[in-house]
C-alpha cells in the first residue's frame, strides 16, 4: 500500500509564501516523476510544476519565477515553495506520483488528498 500526504497549505495574504510538502510511503520500488496541481472551483486541474528523479523542473507559465519545486529522493518527498501568492492561485493543491511498486514491479500512478491553499485578505 502506498500514500502521498500533502501538508503545508494554508490561509495566506496576497502577496504572502507558503511551502506545500508531498511524502510518499509504503511498497515502493523507485518514484519517477513527481508533480503539483492545483484545482480551483469551477476549473480544471492544471499542471503547476513538476519534477525528474535527477531534478530537473518543468513550470506552468503562470508560476515561473515565483514557485520552486524540489525534491529529496532519500526521503521520498517533493517541496512546492510558493512566494508572492495571488488572490486567483485559491485552489485544491495535489501532489502526484508516478512509481513502481513491490512485490511485482508495476508502474503506478497516485494522487494524493489534497491540501487547500487560500489566498485572501
Known amino acids: 500500500q502506498v500514500q502521498l500526504v500533502e501538508s503545508g497549505g494554508g490561509l495566506v495574504q496576497p502577496g504572502g509564501s507558503l511551502r506545500l510538502s508531498c511524502a510518499a510511503s509504503g511498497n515502493i520500488l523507485k518514484i519517477n516523476t513527481m508533480g503539483w496541481y492545483r484545482q480551483a472551483a469551477g476549473k480544471e486541474r492544471e499542471l503547476v510544476a513538476s519534477?525528474?528523479?535527477?531534478?530537473?523542473?518543468n513550470y506552468a507559465d503562470s508560476v515561473k519565477g515565483r514557485f520552486t519545486i524540489s525534491r529529496d529522493n532519500a526521503k521520498n518527498t517533493v517541496y512546492l515553495q510558493m512566494n508572492s501568492l495571488k488572490p486567483e492561485e485559491t485552489a485544491g493543491y495535489y501532489c502526484n506520483a508516478d512509481f513502481i511498486s513491490t512485490p511485482r514491479a508495476t508502474l503506478c500512478d497516485l494522487w494524493g488528498q489534497g491540501t487547500q491553499v487560500t489566498v485572501s485578505t
Open positions: 519534477i525528474v528523479p535527477g531534478g530537473r523542473p
